[in-house]
């Protein structure tokens, strides 16, 4: 997984290494400490990569009320603020194919500027929702040494079908002054 050469300076991007499914989460909650009302964040990745894992901390991280579980069959699920902060609208935009008509029909840009808006599968589909966003790719290792800032030892103690690398990229002026390698933690 490489980062994209950009040359657009509102584009930020770091590489992490993910080792369980507590560590994923664990990621969400760091995340959602830089997350504010109207971000979008994307998530790719395989089915079983741990997206919604991710998602579940980021509800974890935000305050929010509800289980954070896969919004499949129901397509968008809001989990309301309990404090102060934004809410959280999770989409799986898994079964629509019609890109960013099908997603106007949620209303989703109706929620963006008061909520943080996390959409699995809307790579492709939703980035004309916002200039600034967040993506997040996640990727399974199995097969594949799972180098980087993994240590032998962590190596070691990982089954290889826990192993992740996920690559958090901000595209946009509002990310330009984030620094996404704190999320390393």
């Not at 950009?6 to 507590?22: F, G, I, N, Y």
């Not at 699920?77 to 008509?101: K, M, T």
């Not at 699995?120 to 939703?126: A, L, P, T």
């Not at 980087?148 to 990310?175: C, N």
Request: proline share 6%; net charge negative.
């Amino acid at each position: 997984m490489d980062i994209p050469h950009v040359t657009d300076p509102h584009t930020v991007a770091t590489r992490l290494t993910v080792t369980s499914p507590e560590q994923m989460r664990d990621l969400g909650r760091r995340l959602a400490k830089l997350l504010r009302p109207g971000d979008l964040v994307l998530l790719t990745g395989e089915l079983g990569a741990g997206k919604t894992t991710l998602t579940r901390g980021l509800g974890e991280g935000l305050g929010v009320r509800g289980a954070v579980t896969s919004p499949t069959f129901v397509i968008a699920r809001v989990h309301p603020s309990l404090g102060d902060g934004p809410p959280l609208v999770h989409v799986d935009a898994y079964r629509l194919g019609g890109g960013l008509d099908e997603m106007e029909d949620l209303d989703l840009d109706v929620s963006l500027p008061d909520s943080v808006v996390a959409v699995e599968w809307g790579e492709g589909k939703v980035e004309g929702l916002a200039e600034d966003r967040l993506h997040v790719v996640i990727e399974r290792t199995v097969g594949e040494q799972a180098g980087g800032e993994q240590t032998a030892g962590e190596q070691a103690a990982a089954p290889e079908e826990d192993v992740r690398r996920v690559l958090v990229t901000g595209v946009g002026p509002r990310w330009a002054g984030e620094d996404l390698a704190a999320l390393a933690g």
